[in-house]
């Protein structure tokens, strides 16, 4: 089978030969591809001229609903997905964070649209300023959708997840994506995308997928194109450079894999809940995804004191993990994503081993089920223990695998230093008990992170984990994680819109944005504005009620009635002492309660 891109309204098949896609459990062929022949320019005129209008002319409202049925569309056919996951070596479980995980961010991207965007094509960034003395010339900020195409170029460890968690903020900004899933599970992305292109529910031009390599698309980007990049950052690094990408000043986030840590609080003491949570939050970032997750612990951050106790208990856990195909339900780690991938692994790992000691996983005999070690990208899980916590080579070199290192720490100092030789991560986690060692680790690490999670019995039973980005939350980091963000609610959606500061008269500006603006005409009408019905509504309608005078009485009923007995509304004396008041005031509730003609 050779894979297809989608270019131009068509899915295109390279007439060339391509690259091998072998099944991670057993080797065999499950796809060719290559994307020969392609014009990318072509490609981004056509998200550019055709789909940027089409979506721009929806409200945000409207797109977000385009997600929520998008989402309800693919969930539907899940299990289709799950049926190819299993050629990547992931178990249910690993798909299920990837397929299940990343549709979930269209559901969630979809309501943020609709609670915390207006149902109109300008989002407002902040209040409106006031810049002259009448209030006849004054500003507001808005964002609105570049006129561009967005790139998301995507790694190999979560096909579904990795393009859904990109696409549904810069579908819902309005700006229509172009789609390159790293080559070695691209056969899954490739499978997702034709049934979001059979569901007609984006527009067309919405989404377009590279299978197989870029060629010479990022050459041919301007100031309103955007590129997202997920990989290494040596491969980011190089993206960046690109002259039209510096040239044009093309929006560029990089999210790069980090060394991210996880620090146990001294006051964790073996046989604690809070030590068992550190061994399986641990295990688990080690195993899951066969530890190719960008957000795994790989480097493992305890009191020098509990150094023993953490590699005997992990050395225990991390025996009882089965190998094997991951059809075996008995099986809780599958092969890595690929032969090429594992020997990747297996060269850092090399490197790492110059400094740290292995504790488990010298072994290079396997006993698998269902599989056989010959075929598939099966590999241990490595566990290492850092012979100089302030030199080891765990803070320079990832093995993107099943591999993590203990490093000990003396204080809480020493602790923040060493999680700070990650030169930067997407996050970290802090398992402690006490509140006061948790504020000071915090404190001391956030500036390192771009996420970092508290654990500890408390919220153990409800926690996402450590290494799992939310849509709702920012997903990137400073330094080596790649100094960009992803996701993040709105914040996510803004990336691919414009801020624009905007000045005129309140008039112009009310029309401009679809939000009243202070100083703007008021359309007084006989009929109060919450008598009408929605569509009857006009911005500005307002109405003009009788006027009224405030007694003594009227307060002491509504401080009776609300329980506001505050004794600027009680005590003349007392809010006579007050410079603000000459005596006793009316509630403001109540005011704006009579003005408007019903409680407020």
């Not at 080797?27 to 055709?50: C, H, P, T």
């Not at 023993?308 to 994503?337: C, F, H, Q, W, Y």
């Not at 290492?384 to 720490?409: K, Q, R, V, W």
């Not at 109405?543 to 009776?560: G, P, S, Y």
């Amino acid at each position: 089978m050779k894979l297809q891109s989608y270019a131009n309204g068509e899915w295109y098949q390279s007439s060339a030969s391509g690259i091998v896609l072998n099944n991670a459990i057993n080797g065999d062929l499950v796809a060719e591809i290559s994307s020969k022949g392609l014009d990318f320019q072509d490609m981004l005129n056509y998200g550019r001229n055709i789909g940027g209008p089409a979506l721009r002319h929806y409200t945000f409202h409207q797109r977000a609903l385009m997600l929520k049925e998008l989402g309800k569309y693919l969930m539907d056919r899940k299990e289709i997905f799950y049926q190819l996951s299993a050629a990547t070596g992931a178990t249910r479980t690993d798909s299920w964070i990837d397929i299940e995980g990343g549709i979930s961010t269209l559901f969630v991207f979809s309501g943020k649209g609709r609670r915390e965007m207006p149902n109109g094509h300008v989002y407002l960034d902040g209040n409106q300023e006031v810049i002259s003395r009448n209030g006849s010339f004054t500003a507001q900020h808005i964002y609105t959708p570049i006129h561009g195409v967005a790139v998301h170029i995507n790694a190999f460890n979560f096909p579904c997840w990795g393009m859904l968690e990109k696409m549904a903020p810069t579908l819902l900004a309005g700006v229509p994506a172009i789609v390159k899933p790293a080559s070695q599970t691209a056969y899954l992305t490739e499978l997702m995308v034709k049934h979001i292109i059979e569901s007609k529910i984006l527009p067309e031009g919405s989404v377009q997928l590279i299978s197989g390599s870029t060629g010479d698309l990022l050459h041919h980007l301007d100031f309103q194109d955007a590129v997202s990049f997920t990989g290494s950052a040596t491969t980011g690094l190089k993206l960046k450079q690109i002259p039209a990408i510096i040239n044009n000043s093309v929006r560029f986030f990089m999210e790069a894999d980090s060394l991210n840590c996880s620090i146990m609080g001294k006051d964790v003491e073996p046989g604690s809940d809070e030590f068992d949570l550190y061994i399986k939050e641990l295990s688990r970032e080690m195993t899951v995804k066969s530890g190719q997750k960008c957000t795994a612990i790989r480097r493992a951050i305890i009191p020098s004191d509990k150094l023993d106790a953490v590699a005997e208990a992990m050395i225990a856990r991390l025996s009882k993990t089965t190998l094997g195909n991951p059809s075996n339900e008995n099986v809780r780690m599958g092969p890595l994503a690929s032969i090429d991938q594992r020997e990747d692994v297996k060269q850092q790992l090399s490197k790492l081993t110059q400094d740290n000691e292995i504790l488990f996983g010298k072994s290079t005999e396997l006993e698998l089920l269902d599989a056989n070690a010959d075929k598939g990208a099966f590999m241990s899980p490595v566990l290492m223990c850092a012979e100089n916590p302030a030199t080891t080579s765990a803070h320079d070199i990832e093995a993107f695998g099943p591999i993590s290192t203990l490093i000990p720490y003396g204080d809480e100092e020493h602790a923040i230093q060493l999680a700070a030789l990650g030169k930067g991560s997407l996050v970290g986690s802090i398992i402690t008990g006490n509140s006061d060692i948790a504020t000071r680790l915090s404190i001391g690490a956030a500036a390192y992170h771009g996420r970092l999670l508290i654990l500890n019995s408390s919220c153990a039973k409800e926690s996402t984990g450590h290494g799992s980005p939310l849509p709702h939350l920012i997903h990137g980091g400073p330094g080596r994680a790649g100094g960009s963000e992803e996701m993040g609610g709105v914040r996510g959606v803004k990336h691919y819109m414009q801020r624009t500061a905007i000045q005129g008269s309140p008039d112009m500006l009310t029309a401009i944005t679809g939000s009243w603006m202070q100083g703007s005409q008021r359309k007084i009408d006989c009929v109060h504005p919450f008598k009408k019905r929605f569509n009857e509504l006009d911005i500005g309608d307002s109405v003009l009620t009788e006027k009224r005078t405030i007694t003594l009485d009227d307060i002491e009923a509504f401080a009776e009635l609300s329980g506001d007995k505050f004794y600027a509304h009680m005590d003349e004396a007392a809010a006579k002492r007050n410079p603000f008041f000459e005596g006793r005031v009316a509630h403001g509730y109540f005011l704006v309660s009579m003005a408007a003609g019903l409680f407020v």
